[in-house]
C-alpha cells in the first residue's frame, strides 16, 4: 500500500516503537530530548525490531499542559530531516492539524491523534495518502482524569465514537486498510476501565479498521503490581502477548528488544507462525 508516496507492507503484530522528544515523559523523564539521543534511539528501536516510530513532540501525561504548534513543529523539523523516507513507517503523534500538515509535508507516512482525527486531518489523508491512528480521549490530558465517570458504559461508548469517526472519515474515501483504531488506554479512564478495554480488546475492531493498542509502562499496571514506569516491563509483556491472541494489529510500546522477544516465542509456542 501507499503511505505518502512511499510502497509499504506492514506485518501483524507489528512493533510502534514510542520516541517521546519532550522534557516531561512519563516513560523516560525526557531521555530523547535532544535530537542527536532521539536519532540514536530510533536507530536502536529499528534494530531491536520496530517496524514503525512513534515520535511525538508534546506530552500527553495525564494533567499536562499542551505546546503550541509552533513549539512542536520545531522540535520535528531536525529529527524529520534526518530520518530516510522509504526505510521503515514514521508515525507523528500529534493532535493539531498545523503540525500534522508540516509532518505529511515533511514525508512522514501516519498521523497518530490521540482525538481521534478531525475532517481536516481526513482531508489531509487523502491529499497524501497517508495512514492514520485514531486513538480515543474524553477530554484534553490536562483535565481528563476528571472524565472517568462521563460513561454510561465505556466499551459501548467509545465503539460509538470510533463508529462515527469512521462515517466521518468514510466521506474522503479512506482505506480502512490504513486505519488503526486506539480505545486509549489511561486516557480519561481508571483502572477497571481500562483493564475492561483490554480484555474487551477484540469489540473495537470495527469495519475493516485494524487494531492498536498503548498499554506499555502505564500506571494501571502499578495498580496491580506495586512500580515505577520503569519497572512496568513484565506487566507491559503480559498486556502485549495478551493482546496479540486477541489479533491486536499493531502494539505501541517502549521496550522493542524485549516486546519483540515475546512475541516471537509465544508465536512459535503457540504455533502462530
Same mark, same amino acid.
Not at 474524553?138 to 476528571?146: C, F
Not at 462515517?167 to 486506539?182: E, F, G, P, T
Not at 495478551?242 to 522477544?261: A, C, K, M, P, W
Given at each position: 500500500m501507499i503511505f505518502n508516496k512511499n510502497n509499504f507492507s506492514i506485518s501483524s503484530p507489528s512493533i510502534m516503537g514510542i520516541c517521546n522528544v519532550t522534557?516531561?515523559?512519563?516513560? #523516560? /523523564?525526557?531521555?530523547?530530548?535532544?535530537?542527536?539521543? $532521539?536519532?540514536?534511539?530510533?536507530?536502536?528501536?529499528?534494530?531491536?525490531?520496530?517496524?514503525?516510530?512513534?515520535?511525538?513532540?508534546?506530552? $500527553?501525561?495525564?494533567?499536562? #499542559?499542551?505546546?503550541?504548534?509552533?513549539?512542536?513543529? +520545531? +522540535?520535528?523539523?531536525?529529527?524529520?530531516?534526518q530520518l530516510p523516507k522509504d526505510q521503515f513507517f514514521i508515525s507523528i503523534d500529534s493532535s493539531k492539524i498545523e503540525t500534522q500538515e508540516f509532518a505529511l509535508q515533511a514525508g512522514a507516512h501516519i498521523i497518530n491523534d490521540i482525538f481521534g482525527g478531525s475532517n481536516d486531518l481526513f482531508y489531509l489523508t487523502k491529499k497524501f495518502r497517508s495512514g492514520l491512528a485514531l486513538m480515543h480521549t474524553p477530554a484534553v490530558p490536562k483535565i481528563m482524569q476528571t472524565k472517568t465517570n462521563s460513561y454510561k458504559n465505556v466499551v459501548k461508548d467509545i465503539q460509538n465514537y470510533f463508529r462515527s469517526q469512521i462515517r466521518k472519515l468514510d466521506r474522503y474515501?479512506?482505506?480502512?486498510?490504513? =486505519?488503526?483504531?486506539?480505545?486509549?488506554?489511561?486516557?480519561?479512564?481508571?483502572?477497571?476501565?481500562?483493564?475492561?478495554?483490554?480484555?474487551?480488546?477484540?469489540?473495537?475492531?470495527?469495519?475493516?479498521? /485494524?487494531?492498536?493498542?498503548?498499554?506499555?509502562? +502505564?500506571?494501571?499496571?502499578?495498580?496491580?503490581?506495586?512500580?515505577?514506569?520503569?519497572?512496568?516491563?513484565? /506487566?507491559?509483556? $503480559?498486556?502485549?502477548?495478551?493482546?496479540?491472541?486477541?489479533?491486536? #494489529?499493531?502494539?505501541?510500546?517502549? #521496550? =522493542?528488544?524485549?516486546?519483540?522477544? $515475546?512475541?516471537?516465542?509465544y508465536k512459535r509456542i503457540a504455533c502462530l507462525q
Amino acid at each position: 500500500m501507499i503511505f505518502n508516496k512511499n510502497n509499504f507492507s506492514i506485518s501483524s503484530p507489528s512493533i510502534m516503537g514510542i520516541c517521546n522528544v519532550t522534557k516531561n515523559s512519563f516513560s #523516560d /523523564g525526557g531521555k530523547n530530548y535532544k535530537t542527536t539521543n $532521539a536519532l540514536k534511539s530510533i536507530k536502536q528501536m529499528l534494530k531491536d525490531g520496530a517496524q514503525i516510530i512513534d515520535i511525538g513532540a508534546e506530552s $500527553a501525561r495525564p494533567g499536562s #499542559d499542551p505546546i503550541s504548534y509552533q513549539e512542536e513543529i +520545531k +522540535k520535528l523539523t531536525p529529527i524529520l530531516k534526518q530520518l530516510p523516507k522509504d526505510q521503515f513507517f514514521i508515525s507523528i503523534d500529534s493532535s493539531k492539524i498545523e503540525t500534522q500538515e508540516f509532518a505529511l509535508q515533511a514525508g512522514a507516512h501516519i498521523i497518530n491523534d490521540i482525538f481521534g482525527g478531525s475532517n481536516d486531518l481526513f482531508y489531509l489523508t487523502k491529499k497524501f495518502r497517508s495512514g492514520l491512528a485514531l486513538m480515543h480521549t474524553p477530554a484534553v490530558p490536562k483535565i481528563m482524569q476528571t472524565k472517568t465517570n462521563s460513561y454510561k458504559n465505556v466499551v459501548k461508548d467509545i465503539q460509538n465514537y470510533f463508529r462515527s469517526q469512521i462515517r466521518k472519515l468514510d466521506r474522503y474515501s479512506i482505506s480502512h486498510k490504513k =486505519v488503526w483504531l486506539d480505545p486509549g488506554i489511561g486516557f480519561g479512564k481508571n483502572f477497571d476501565q481500562n483493564l475492561l478495554i483490554i480484555q474487551n480488546i477484540k469489540k473495537f475492531r470495527l469495519k475493516n479498521c /485494524g487494531l492498536l493498542l498503548g498499554s506499555s509502562r +502505564k500506571s494501571w499496571i502499578n495498580k496491580i503490581n506495586k512500580s515505577n514506569a520503569d519497572q512496568r516491563i513484565g /506487566g507491559s509483556l $503480559a498486556s502485549a502477548l495478551y493482546n496479540v491472541s486477541q489479533g491486536v #494489529d499493531i502494539l505501541r510500546v517502549h #521496550d =522493542v528488544f524485549e516486546t519483540r522477544q $515475546a512475541v516471537e516465542v509465544y508465536k512459535r509456542i503457540a504455533c502462530l507462525q
